[in-house]
Structure formats: structure tokens, C-alpha cells
């Protein structure tokens, strides 16, 4: 493994994305080199699977890379990881015969495989792997295998738990119209920055989306969905201080004055206050691509 160069990502149709993730690429990089597993959170579209190509292209050539993602049948999930890092999917009868493994006696393959230090295992959208596939993740960790786990809001529990986390962040303005700007050009389209500048607002910082407003663009789509997909953030901390800032001056009057109805009011007003400010809180929390919401 330390004979793995840290090198820069491989360039190809999404090396604009590659060139803005560079950091958190590098550092996953490391992590994976160190025989560190590592979870990988960010929202759907904001480069995680485009990351996930990379890593297993730059670790392809010293270990048995397998990128897996659920297909919707935990044993033909469990097949395309075997026939990945070339584990037999069959076994042969005393007749002769050919038998398929059967989904347990396949997790007790990779599970032996896996232990190996020469393999990698890439789980691409994790946080859609049923109960079953995450608790033999969980042996997989335990017995030292490498993992690179991609997910979207994964569940706070069992292998999401035990794994160091990496968040991707959304990508700043400028960066979201330098990957419109490549996605325009590609499609042969001229757009004037004022355009750009709307268009950019319904893509928020998810290059993904920065991509599709502009199909969409070209597609006369456009005027259909400008309220965007990508997650608001709602900031309430101005109004809240400003209500805390009135019912502070009214609690204030009321003991002034000996009135007992201004003063609960006042208190009343108060805790409500901190309540929806606990509540705008957890929305935005809510909103964003972390682990257990």
C-alpha cells in the first residue's frame, strides 16, 4: 500500500468536478493508504460516485478493487462483488455439478477475501443496502477489510457508525458556473452571464444539477422549474432575535409596571421563541448530507 504515488486525479469527462474535489480526494487517498475505511457523505449529485471512479481506477492497478451497489437482491448484490475480485460463485458436487453459493456461503467468501490486504471494496450509494448486507459489512470492518462507503443520509446506526466520515461540501458559485459553463460549451450553447447567473440559482452548489438546468436550458425546460432541487438552508436567526428583542422589552414593562399579564406573556413569548429557533435548527440539519438524517 505505501507503494500507492499520491497522485492527482484521473481526468475524464467529469474533470472539472475531479479538479474541485481534489482536496477531499487526496484525503481519502491517504485514508485508504493508512488501510483506513472511510465514509463519504455528501448529497445526491455532489460527486461522490465520480470520486468512488476515481479511487478505484488510481488503486486498480496494486489491489482487487470491487464497487458495488445495490441491485435489489442482496445475492446478486454479493455475486457482482465476488465475480469482481474473482471469488467463485460456484462450487462443484461430488457428481460433478455445478452448485451456486448460496447468499450466506457467498458473505463467508468475500468475508475471507476481503481479510486479504491486497483488496478494496467501494460501496456506491451504501445508505440503500438492506439490514443484512450493512451487519456483514460490519464483519468486513471487523476482520480488517477495506472499505470506501459512498453514501446519502445513511441511517445512525450499526457499520455508518463505525466508520470515520468525510463530507463533501457544496461547491462555491464560481465553481458551480465554471462546471455549467463546461456542460454549455460541450453542448454547443452560448449563454450570457446574466443567464448564467439564474440558471446557477437553481442548481444551488450540486454540480449534478448544474449539469441538468442546463440539458434543461437547451431543452426549453427551463422556465418549468426555477425554484431549483437542490436543499435550502432556512437562516430564521435574524427574525428570532429580533421577536427575542421585543419580548425581552415587553417582559420588561410588565415588571415595570407590577402588570403579571405582561410578564407572562412576555415569558411565554420567550420560550416559544427558543422552540422555533430549536425547530429551524433542526431543519436545517435536516437538509444537509449528514450521517443519521
Given at each position: 500500500m505505501a507503494g500507492i504515488p499520491r497522485q492527482r486525479p484521473p481526468q475524464r469527462d467529469s474533470s472539472v468536478v475531479l479538479d474541485f474535489r481534489s482536496a477531499e480526494y487526496q484525503q481519502m487517498v491517504s485514508s485508504l493508504m493508512q488501510?483506513?475505511?472511510?465514509?463519504?457523505?455528501?448529497?445526491?449529485?455532489?460527486?461522490?460516485?465520480?470520486?468512488?471512479?476515481?479511487?478505484?481506477?488510481?488503486?486498480?492497478?496494486?489491489?482487487?478493487?470491487?464497487?458495488?451497489?445495490?441491485?435489489?437482491?442482496?445475492?446478486?448484490?454479493?455475486?457482482?462483488?465476488?465475480?469482481?475480485?474473482?471469488?467463485?460463485?460456484?462450487?462443484?458436487?461430488?457428481?460433478?455439478?455445478?452448485?451456486?453459493?448460496?447468499?450466506?456461503?457467498?458473505?463467508?467468501?468475500?468475508?475471507?477475501?476481503?481479510?486479504?490486504?491486497?483488496?478494496?471494496?467501494?460501496?456506491?450509494?451504501?445508505?440503500?443496502?438492506?439490514?443484512?448486507?450493512?451487519?456483514?459489512?460490519?464483519?468486513?470492518?471487523?476482520?480488517?477489510?477495506?472499505?470506501?462507503?459512498?453514501?446519502?443520509?445513511?441511517?445512525?446506526?450499526?457499520?455508518?457508525?463505525?466508520?470515520?466520515?468525510?463530507?463533501?461540501?457544496?461547491?462555491?458559485?464560481?465553481?458551480?458556473?465554471?462546471?455549467?459553463y463546461e456542460e454549455a460549451t460541450r453542448q454547443g450553447m452560448a449563454i450570457n452571464p446574466s443567464r448564467f447567473a439564474e440558471l446557477q440559482q437553481r442548481a444551488g452548489g450540486n454540480p449534478a444539477l448544474a449539469k441538468r438546468v442546463i440539458h434543461e436550458e437547451l431543452m426549453g425546460l427551463s422556465d418549468s422549474s426555477e425554484a431549483g432541487d437542490h436543499r435550502q438552508y432556512i437562516d430564521g436567526t435574524p427574525f428570532l432575535i429580533a421577536a427575542l428583542t421585543i419580548v425581552g422589552i415587553v417582559k420588561f414593562i410588565g415588571i415595570g409596571m407590577g402588570d403579571k399579564a405582561l410578564y407572562i406573556v412576555g415569558g411565554v413569548a420567550s420560550l416559544l421563541a427558543i422552540a422555533l429557533r430549536t425547530v429551524f435548527s433542526q431543519a436545517n440539519r435536516g437538509s444537509r448530507a449528514r450521517l443519521g438524517r
Open positions: 488501510r483506513q475505511s472511510l465514509l463519504v457523505l455528501g448529497e445526491s449529485g455532489s460527486g461522490k460516485s465520480v470520486l468512488g471512479s476515481a479511487i478505484a481506477q488510481q488503486f486498480s492497478s496494486e489491489l482487487k478493487v470491487a464497487t458495488a451497489t445495490y441491485s435489489g437482491s442482496s445475492k446478486q448484490t454479493l455475486v457482482g462483488i465476488a465475480e469482481a475480485l474473482d471469488v467463485p460463485i460456484v462450487e462443484v458436487t461430488p457428481k460433478g455439478r455445478e452448485r451456486p453459493l448460496t447468499a450466506e456461503e457467498l458473505r463467508v467468501e468475500l468475508l475471507d477475501a476481503l481479510k486479504n490486504a491486497k483488496a478494496l471494496l467501494i460501496v456506491d450509494d451504501a445508505h440503500r443496502f438492506p439490514s443484512s448486507l450493512r451487519y456483514w459489512l460490519e464483519e468486513v470492518l471487523k476482520a480488517g477489510g477495506l472499505m470506501l462507503l459512498l453514501a446519502d443520509r445513511p441511517p445512525a446506526k450499526d457499520v455508518f457508525l463505525k466508520v470515520p466520515r468525510l463530507e463533501l461540501e457544496s461547491l462555491t458559485v464560481d465553481q458551480i458556473r465554471t462546471v455549467m
